[in-house]
């Protein structure tokens, strides 16, 4: 990555750090003063590293293409997955968030993908659910 | 001396034995299994030993929270992943000796200096434990702000690159520390309206999104394209360092268990501080070696620390009655429940019991040396053997259930996931994530030991400075900050007299 | 052939998770019986299905534990079902209280209801207060105790009183708007005093602030500090209750020093406000019959948590008291976080 998103990095700071100090006009002054304090360093530093980029603007290393499609669609599953786990409920949920995930990773075993999502959602359900005790989603359909 | 014995007699019954190696066994797997750590596995170990004799009860409970910081050192070494909070300074070492094929060198460095850790610490706890614990008393508000300014001093020792870029982050991650009730007032700070949030970001499922979601992100961009890759697998037959090794670990496991060991007998100070502190002081003293490639030293300073902490901080929870931390914490509450009230009383009512636990912390400790290896042994063989696309699988399962048990909410995945990204968007613009995770910890500890001590002083700031051990740590703390500066300065000024000449 | 295969397979699953799940169907059954049950005053019957406590704090504290101990002994007193502890911690203890006040008013959704249900609604912004609950039983009241070091200039209740109407003293509490806040600025009231609030995270600070004499004395529960008053390393002063305990005789309270003055931390039981007369009668009773018990009796006694047992009555008159008692030192609360 060169010095371009460093530069979009300390614009996008410095913006909210002046965004903070803005928030901070009602509070109080004892709970307020140590963010104040924090927001300023924060712009500082920001304009410091700009600075510093902005400078040294020739060196900026190779760029390499990076494929974010799938950690955009991984990113997306999760999103979707933790929409969804109190419908679906955690076991199905999870279920399927494996089978997803193990298939965006780029695996063709179809067989394997599944035995192994079920018997490590199995796994991890009897860990947490029955010998933690932690109360896992039970899904509006199931009553699991 | 007596006492020591009556100890170790009662940890040999055979009943009481097995409950330790059986406390140890479930606290390396808690602790290798990101998403669960010591201290939920005590809360639910506690009820259950309800009903238990004081000899069973309590050497399970000392086995899980003597090993289970060390259990996250597994997966921090050989997936990136730390178990527990306590093992995030052990990947960026840690995991970059897996990627050159030492990950069972790896695995016995993070052993012996667990080992060496917890008995140095035991050690301590057995026979200075009422001395120490008296002086950890001298600590009140000044002092801790003054620790916890000289915890951040870590931050200037560890900016490898760009001090610029650290600092950065670490002022983020004290913005990131602010949200919620503020300290002293209860003056809810962006929270957004979120009930959640008022008591702070959640930390545990803070560090699963950025180490667990992280590393599965930067894994997809990658190996989506790739064939099935396998690692290949690097021989783990030789585990144990040689004597040369030893040799040249001693240093950083006595300083590192050291740090531990004082950062532990104070109440409060706590574990992320230890392993940062220890970290921050073998890079210091290894100037030939570039950290953060694979260096021996930068397992084993806070794989030694982290277990010290654990001992040691039992050294006020016995002594006093004062729980060092939450895991300490919930240990006052199993001895409550048994019907033995920790304090001096402990050792003169009960002394079977008492010098039990203090005996438990040294076996539970040597008993950790094998079961781990054989553990890591046996984790290594087969997780660095599964392909990593279906691993990825099983590891994000676990993260989700491991952040949501934390709280038993969902809005603890959101902040997974959340905290997911962060990392991955730090990891493209070269942000370190460690300055992060210490500002997190250290900004609350700051700000409200610095209000404390403002009511105490009447608002005068001398308090700082009047008071010996807070200037000493002071004192300390800029020497710290200044050496990065006074060096880069150096090396602007050598950079400019070559290139001018 | 292989995406057939898959899609068998996870009908297969949905199919045996449906199968061996009964819980959900006779959730509605329970609904239906309640209701027809409150027309034609027919028995109820309830419990039919595990209870929950939903406790809003982190697993290990005083009220976690007290809850599981009661969890303990359940099946014995309520047709064999199990009470499930389960922690809801977040918000200074608004998530889990929220939680609870939104809950299906069956019974079957309890909470560990504590001070906090009355301050939380009258300093945060809440979508409850303490009325949306109905007490069941309150089954412990630890009072507040004033604790200073072994090693203090004041010796006496009298000592800190005569010293604190002259001077400025600093004194811990667990945190801004606890029990022992309040308790502390009623005091602060009544005997005329100045007190510098330091605002800790819980007991061990607190405890260890006041053994290295950094701070004069400290506000907390008599459990808290049960194991440094015995061991004489901390001195109790003064309780805040009618009565000297019979644990620690030693100890006067602050009515017979002339300050009445009656605070602590009482842990109980509630369920949503909505919840039917009857439900709430046979929980009542089966708590009743629980704290009762000596098994019970025993293992709070040996952890040093005071038992007390207030029925539903008794339970909602006396919250009522504490609420009028807040919102009395609340204008006092206010200045105290700007």
């Known amino acids: 990555m060169g010095w371009k998103s460093n530069i979009i990095l300390a614009i996008f700071l410095i ?65 979707l997955y933790t929409l969804i786990i109190k419908i679906l409920g955690y076991l199905l949920a999870t279920f399927l968030l494996v089978i997803y995930i193990i298939l965006v990773m780029g695996y063709p075993k179809k067989l394997i993908t599944v035995v192994v999502s079920l018997v490590s959602v199995s796994i991890i359900f009897a860990i947490f659910k029955l010998l933690l005790n932690v109360p896992l989603p039970a899904g509006l359909f199931l009553g699991l | 001396m007596n006492e020591i014995l009556l100890g170790f007699s009662q940890i040999f019954q055979p009943l009481s034995f097995l409950a330790l190696a059986f406390g140890v066994l479930i606290g390396l797997i808690v602790g290798a299994l990101p998403g669960l750590n010591d201290n939920i596995t005590l809360a639910v170990l506690i009820p259950i030993t309800f009903g238990m004799e004081p000899e069973i009860a309590l050497p399970i409970l000392v086995g899980v929270y003597v090993s289970a910081c060390y259990g996250g050192s597994i997966p921090a070494i050989l997936l990136n992943i730390p178990g527990t909070a306590s093992s995030v300074v052990t990947t960026i070492d840690g995991y970059q000796m897996t990627l050159k094929g030492e990950a069972g060198k790896a695995l016995g460095i993070s052993t012996t200096s667990s080992v060496f850790g917890g008995i140095f610490s035991s050690l ?92 599965i992100l930067e894994l997809s961009e990658t190996i989506s394209k790739e064939k099935i890759s396998k690692y290949v697998l690097p021989k783990i037959n030789k585990v144990l360092p040689d004597f040369k090794m030893v040799k040249r670990l001693l240093p950083t496991w006595l300083i590192s268990g050291s740090i531990g060991n004082v950062i532990g007998i104070l109440p409060g100070a706590g574990m992320i501080m230890a392993i940062y502190m220890s970290y921050d002081q073998a890079v210091r003293r290894n100037k030939d070696k570039e950290f953060g490639t694979g260096v021996p030293e930068g397992v084993a300073a806070p794989e030694a620390a982290n277990n010290a902490v654990v001992a040691s901080s039992m050294i006020p929870l016995l002594s006093l009655g004062v729980p060092g931390n939450s895991a300490a914490a919930l240990f006052i509450g199993a001895l409550m429940i048994q019907g033995l009230r920790p304090g001096p009383s402990l050792f003169k009512d009960y002394p079977d019991i008492a010098y039990m636990i203090l005996v438990a912390f040294f076996v539970g400790n040597i008993l950790m040396g094998p079961m781990g290896i054989m553990l890591g042994k046996f984790l290594s063989s087969t997780l660095l053997r599964v392909p990593r696309q279906v691993l990825s699988g099983v590891i994000i399962a676990l993260c989700v259930t491991g952040a949501f048990a934390m709280g038993n909410s969902v809005f603890n995945i959101w902040v997974m996931i959340f905290f997911g990204i962060i990392g991955y968007v730090f990891n493209k613009l070269k942000l370190p994530h460690s300055p992060l995770i210490l500002a997190i910890v250290l900004g609350p500890m700051m700000e409200l030991n610095y209000l404390q001590s403002m009511v105490l002083s009447k608002g005068s700031p001398m308090i700082f400075v009047t008071r010996p051990i807070s200037l000493g740590l002071l004192i300390i703390a800029l020497f710290f900050f200044a050496t990065p500066f006074i060096n880069s300065l150096k090396d602007n000024l050598k950079r400019k007299n070559s290139l001018s000449g | 052939m292989k995406k057939v295969l898959i899609l068998c397979l996870i009908f297969l699953l949905v199919f045996s998770i449906s199968a061996c799940s009964g819980g959900g169907a006779s959730n509605e059954k329970i609904q239906n019986d309640s209701k027809s049950a409150e027309d034609s005053k027919k028995e109820v019957n309830f419990p039919e299905k595990d209870l929950r406590i939903i406790v809003p704090f982190d697993p290990g504290g005083a009220v976690d534990v007290t809850c599981r101990i009661i969890a303990e002994l359940a099946p014995d007193y309520l047709n064999g079902k199990k009470i499930i502890v389960e922690n809801m911690p977040g918000g200074g203890a608004v998530v889990g209280q929220t939680y609870v006040s939104k809950a299906n008013p069956d019974g079957y959704t309890i909470l560990a209801y504590t001070s906090s249900v009355v301050s939380n609604p009258m300093t945060k912004t809440t979508t409850y207060t303490h009325e949306s609950f109905q007490p069941v039983a309150m089954y412990c009241f630890d009072p507040d105790v004033l604790i200073v070091s072994a090693d203090s200039k004041f010796k006496t209740l009298k000592d800190f009183l005569d010293y604190s109407k002259e001077n400025e003293v600093s004194i811990n509490t667990a945190g801004i708007a606890t029990a022992h806040h309040i308790a502390g600025m009623i005091l602060q009231n009544k005997i005329d005093a100045k007190f510098n609030f330091i605002h800790t995270t819980g007991a061990g600070m607190q405890i260890q602030q ?129």
């Not at chain 2, 670490?170 to 008591?199: E, H, K, N, W």
């Not at chain 3, 901390?234 to 009565?243: F, P, S, T, Y």
């Open chain 3, 210 to 338: 006041i053994l290295g004499g950094h701070v004069d004395a400290g506000l907390l529960t008599t459990g808290e500090a049960q194991a440094q008053i015995k061991d004489g390393t901390i001195r109790a002063l003064g309780l805040m209750h009618d009565e000297r305990r019979q644990d620690f005789p030693d100890v006067p309270t602050f009515k017979e020093n002339g300050v009445d003055i009656l605070y602590g931390a009482w842990r109980g039981l509630a369920v949503p406000k909505d919840t039917p007369k009857e439900v709430v009668d046979i929980l009542a009773k089966a708590f009743e019959g629980i704290i009762a018990d000596q098994r019970f009796i025993d293992k709070m006694t040996t952890a040093g948590y005071p038992i007390i047992f207030r029925g539903p009555q008794e339970f909602t008159e006396y919250v009522d008291m504490e609420a009028k008692n807040f919102k009395q030192v609340l204008p006092l609360l206010q200045e105290a976080q700007k």
């Open chain 1, 15 to 79: 913006c909210v750090g002046i965004v903070g100090l803005f928030l901070l006009k009602d509070m109080p002054e004892p709970p307020a003063m140590f963010p104040e304090i924090l927001f300023f360093l924060l712009i500082f530093f920001s304009t410091v590293l700009l600075i510093s980029v902005l400078k040294n603007s020739k060196d900026g290393s190779e760029k390499k293409e990076i494929n974010y499609y799938p950690v955009l669609k991984i990113t997306g599953g999760l999103v």
């Open chain 2, 124 to 215: 301590l706890l057995m026979f200075l434990a009422p001395f120490l614990a008296k002086q950890a008393l001298r600590f009140g508000p000044p002092e801790y702000f003054a620790l916890a300014i000289l915890g951040f001093s870590t931050v200037a020792g560890m900016a490898g690159k760009s001090l610029t870029k650290n600092l950065l982050v670490c002022v983020i991650g004290l913005i990131f520390a602010t949200v919620g009730m503020s300290p002293q007032t209860g003056y809810p700070r962006f929270y957004f309206g979120i009930d959640y949030l008022l008591d702070g970001i959640p930390f545990i499922p803070m560090l699963i999104g950025l180490f667990g979601v992280t590393t």
